[in-house]
């Protein structure tokens, strides 16, 4: 009697836990996707905003023809109108106005072929008629969806061919006397255009995303990156010598991989930004594709530092005297030009002519040239090649690594005339480092020659001859061309690099 | 006289030849189309098919209803249906049946919440009905707006989201009575599935393009374009030691560049591939992740070969007899990971399991060992550091690549056991090399310590110990595992690689 009991108590006991599971179980997603959607809110509060927005234009045309049905006959009007508000309207206003005038050029062209097509149509009488509209509609819809593929006409005007497609089938297939097709095209016309309208006023309107403004972040964010990386890089690489350990939030050396996968982002936004108009500090036709040319330059130079990043912790050990001569100059390569990177990356930003940056790339060039000479003319010497090559890989990496920041040091110069940048304060010096060596400017041969005399440690004549603003060193048989990265002169600069990084190439 | 006709006849000529001018230049434009257009179509025939496809679906469609009227009230379901066709129908099976699914079901959903909704709003009566449309109206686009910001929904139901932002607000706005709100639903519903059925058939009846199928090539492509580089980069090594120059066509110097941005081509053709059924030898369940998995290896490999690619040319000199020693090394594990890789990319392509994969690896692992051994034991003696530089580099990062390779090579392995490929015949020896080093496999520890004694050039002794199927060489102090890259053992063999990558990483 009582195990009975007892079981139905068992039975009703599971009867009510088995719901309250499924409920548990159900309140916990619920709790986690709040935490994704809080997440998500406070990476980038525009997203609320643009989700608020969306719901406001869509509102605001489906009241309109709410309140005069007499416009929508039997609502067709409302359904295309907030159709196009809904398909229209993209988290950038660039986007929106692009997928906007797409959608309203196109309507009307397609609007305006269907109608003849359909006056066509009806000319040889009803039994030819749907032949003649099918033959049309099919070799439109084959010849815009072939066009599709094109790549230029894909980045741009994608939509609207699919638009044209679209619109032409439907006008000229309606099964409508002529008067009523036209009545149609018109409508349809007037409601898409009131759509696109609504999308767009509301996109700018209230708080306005700009594609243009986001590229400019995320390139300068890019380059950025990678001047964290080389100065973290110099730093940790200090520390491995030091205590022979590194330290553990290693974010700094993951920061630059977002700059590997960055490339088709950079793109789309600089097709919707050249929908924008000005705004801000961007004119109309701000070089958007300049941004482009950087952000390549900073993902080629990100693809150096993805080989580079697997090196710091190669060699924990006792460098011998010339290895930290050498990891000397590594770190004030990696220094140099991960400074250089961050004046860049702040100019961006600012908008403001980068004028410091010169000379932080002179001097890694400087330090370059100093573990060239170290390399040359240290044989013959009691050196463990073993143990110096990581030293070596990573000295030879660091150099491809300075060519790039210096193309891309160009690339910021022409971005910053072209889209006429104003002019920061120059400062005639780089702040003092803690490395041995002091830092020259083309303004010092002398110091210069006594640098290289220092690094390359070597009691060898050095003919210093300056040729049209190029300085150039002769040491041990091989010219090295240190120039000031001129905008007048880029190429020659790009030139003077190549050959420098042939002399280099290690 | 005779001046002013000549000057009549110039006037004549000019405006002659000013609309020439134009046809010309129209005509110039439209060949230069023409032939852009040639070449999509010769690149991939398929574009030219899915064209006529498209067209053949939405000419199927608009007939359809063009014959019965009756169907639509006004040509308003007409349209529904052609639009859906219009904007369902992809380029590919996959991403045709992901939109066609996402559309029905988000239409049957929000038609039926509009309905409930729309009932709700007319409880109260005429005045507070427009306010309460408006508020479900806009709570609903803005909850599904922010929706679509989450990553995993947007990847694949990003389009239903749309559409039910979109039929949830067209249903129950319209100013319909109640009766006529389900009739629209209910047409809308019909005309949505009739045109994806349509859509659907045509894509998947008519040469049907399987993104399942793109991504198992374009994954087993990229890994041969990384073998084709490896192969050639030896070849072209080996050149420019011998003729001080190098071929003219280096495509294959190029070819893996695609690889470098081919991650989101990857992803979104696995997100494709998810929604088709099973097709030629694909099961419904293909494991597609695994594809991404070794897709983004070899995106990783290949940032290691761009850095490597900028090396062949960087030493036109006579090498010396160390050098010449190292270049040997160098260009054995180039081709023979460049080998390794091959295979694999062929192995994916048959559908085979890889089984002639292995004693290239092990191969590449021994010339790395060798190349080690060179290194460590020729200090003291008259080696120029900056002439052997380039060699170094090119040495340390082929070590870096052959531990991508090795970890390729297990991703297949894996695929061809979770795909059920079938088994290929095993070939127990790889081809005998031009190397000098003989070939040793896992069956002659013999044979590989005199590899090793051969290469490390040294007379101290090697005790080699076979334990548990790693076979570890005890070679001055540092043990190398070469290890046969077993499915069953992949996490040792992989912790073994580690091992092996911070021995050598120089």
Redesign the interface.
Same mark, same amino acid.
């Given at each position: 009697m009582e195990s009975v009991d007892r079981e139905r108590a068992g039975l009703i006991a599971r009867g009510w836990r088995w719901p309250w599971g499924l409920i548990e179980k159900f309140r916990d997603k619920m709790v986690e996707a709040a935490r994704?959607?809080k997440k998500?809110g406070q990476e980038d509060p525009r997203?609320?905003i643009?989700?608020?927005k969306?719901?406001?234009a #869509?509102?605001l045309v $489906? %009241?309109i023809?709410?309140?005069n049905?007499a416009y929508?006959?039997?609502?067709?009007s409302?359904?295309w109108a907030?159709?196009t508000v809904?398909?229209v309207f993209e988290f950038s206003v660039g986007a929106t106005l692009g997928r906007g005038l797409n959608r309203g050029l196109a309507t009307l062209l397609a609007g305006a072929l269907a109608v003849g097509a359909h006056y066509l149509a009806h000319l040889p009488g009803r039994p030819a008629q749907?032949i003649i509209?099918?033959i049309f509609?099919?070799?439109?819809?084959?010849?815009l969806?072939?066009l599709r593929?094109?790549p230029k006409l894909k980045a741009r005007y994608d939509y609207a061919l699919?638009i044209f #497609?679209?619109t032409f $089938? %439907?006008v000229s297939?309606?099964?409508?006397r002529d008067e009523e097709v036209l009545e149609?095209a018109q409508h349809r016309l007037s409601t898409v255009l009131i759509g696109c309208a609504t999308a767009m006023l509301v996109s700018i309107g209230i708080c306005p995303v700009w594609a243009g403004y986001d590229l400019h972040k995320l390139v300068a964010g890019n380059v950025e990156k990678l001047g964290n990386f080389l100065e973290g890089f110099s730093e940790e690489y200090v520390r491995v010598l030091d205590d022979g350990e590194s330290k553990d939030n290693k974010t700094f050396l993951l920061g630059y991989k977002s700059i590997?996968?960055s490339?088709?982002t950079e793109d789309s936004l600089a097709n919707f930004a050249r929908w924008e108009p000005g705004h801000g500090r961007f004119r109309f036709r701000h070089p958007w594709k300049q941004y482009q040319k950087i952000g390549s330059l900073a993902g080629?130079c990100a693809?150096?530092i993805?080989?580079l990043s697997?090196?710091p912790h190669?060699h924990i050990q006792v460098p011998t005297e010339i290895q930290s001569k050498i990891q000397a100059a590594c770190t004030n390569m990696s220094t140099e030009s991960g400074k250089a990177l961050k004046e860049l990356a702040s100019a961006i930003k600012s908008m403001t002519k980068p004028c410091s940056v010169d000379p932080h790339i002179v001097n890694s060039k400087i330090a370059a040239e100093s573990l060239?000479s170290l390399?040359?003319t240290?044989?013959?010497e009691?050196?463990?090649?073993?143990e110096?090559?990581?030293t070596?890989?990573v000295g030879?990496?660091l150099v491809?690594v300075i060519t790039y920041v210096e193309e891309i040091a160009e690339s910021v110069h022409e971005l910053s005339s072209l889209a006429h940048f104003k002019d920061g304060k120059p400062e005639p010096e780089p702040e003092p480092e803690p490395e041995p060596e002091p830092k020259p400017t083309l303004e010092q041969p002398q110091q210069l020659q006594q640098t290289i005399q220092k690094f390359s440690g070597m009691d060898g004549p050095h003919h210093i001859i300056t040729i049209n603003g190029l300085l150039s060193i002769k040491a041990s048989g091989t010219v090295v061309n240190v120039t000031s990265t001129d905008v007048t002169k880029g190429s020659k600069t790009k030139s003077n690099e190549r050959q420098m990084r042939?002399v280099f190439?290690?």
């Open positions: 994704k959607a998500l997203r609320i643009h989700s608020l969306v719901g406001l #869509i509102t $489906s %009241l023809y709410y309140f049905p929508g006959d039997f609502g067709v409302t359904m907030v159709l809904v398909v749907p509209l099918g509609v099919f070799l439109v819809a084959a010849a969806s072939f593929f094109f699919l #497609i679209l $089938s %439907l297939v309606t099964g409508y149609l590997l996968t490339k088709n080629q693809y150096r993805e080989a697997s090196y190669s060239k390399l040359e240290h044989f013959c009691d050196v463990d090649l073993l110096l090559m990581p070596a890989v030879s990496l491809e042939h190439s290690f």
